[in-house]
């Protein structure tokens, strides 16, 4: 089947914009995750949704980063006013219903965002 | 805040031969995985263990946990150049939080 798919794979932007990014979680996961990556370093965790629910949104590092997921599949992540600091690799990643296969996550190919 | 780390942070070596990767951490976990990564993109999952599990096997691949040294190690037996990409151990908390928490890495370079 399907994997997780994330789109645009590349979105150039300048200081000050907006950007949509958007994940489509494998059919059936209930379970969707952001996580933000810059180079050389390991993905930080952003925001879990369960079902339409943010979950756990304690890894958004300011008021600017927000995500939606308003019918439980789809979900998008929006930056406002974008700084060269958002810079890095956007990753989602879905699991099945909690408490199923400990918490394995699939991810998608990301999303590389660059601010100029 | 990164909890895991990763040791060495690059390994170079001939392929057929063993890569061994090191993890510590600092909390209390439910399960520790490792992920592969190829060209800065998306994760692969490779091998999940059990807080309450000592050592697993899947193919090619040997992970061990010590939980009381709050570490981990991944060996990849008779590498080969497919084998050259970043691996990440990752790691969810006992408090039932879901989120992974990622180390910084090993890059991982097979030679033909």
């Known amino acids: 089947g399907a994997g997780v798919s994330q789109t645009p794979s590349n979105k150039v932007t300048e200081k000050g914009k907006y950007v949509e990014l958007r994940c489509d979680p494998i059919?059936?996961?209930?379970?969707l995750y952001w996580y933000r990556q810059s180079l050389g370093q390991g993905p930080e965790f952003l925001i879990y949704f369960q079902g339409t629910g943010a979950a756990d949104d304690s890894g958004l590092p300011n008021d600017r980063f927000f995500a939606v997921r308003p019918e439980g599949s789809v979900s998008t992540l929006k930056i406002q006013r974008t700084e060269r600091g958002d810079s890095a690799v956007y990753l989602c990643?879905?699991?099945?219903?909690?408490?199923?296969?400990?918490?394995?996550?699939?991810f998608g190919p990301g999303t590389r965002l660059t601010v100029l | 805040s990164q909890q895991g780390e990763e040791d060495p942070q690059a390994l170079s070596i001939q392929e057929g031969e063993n890569a061994t990767m090191n993890c510590s951490y600092k909390t209390s976990i439910n399960n520790l995985q490792w992920y592969r990564q190829n060209s800065g993109r998306g994760l692969v999952h490779l091998i999940l263990i059990r807080s309450n599990e000592r050592e697993k096997h899947s193919g090619r691949l040997r992970v061990t946990l010590d939980t009381s040294k709050k570490s981990s190690s991944l060996l990849i037996t008779a590498s080969r150049a497919a084998d050259t990409a970043s691996y990440f151990c990752a790691t969810d908390r006992d408090t039932g939080r879901r989120a992974l928490t990622f180390g910084s890495g090993t890059r991982l370079q097979v030679q033909p």
């Open positions: 059919s059936g996961h209930t379970a």
């Open positions: 990643a879905s699991s099945p219903s909690p408490g199923l296969h400990y918490n394995e996550q699939f």
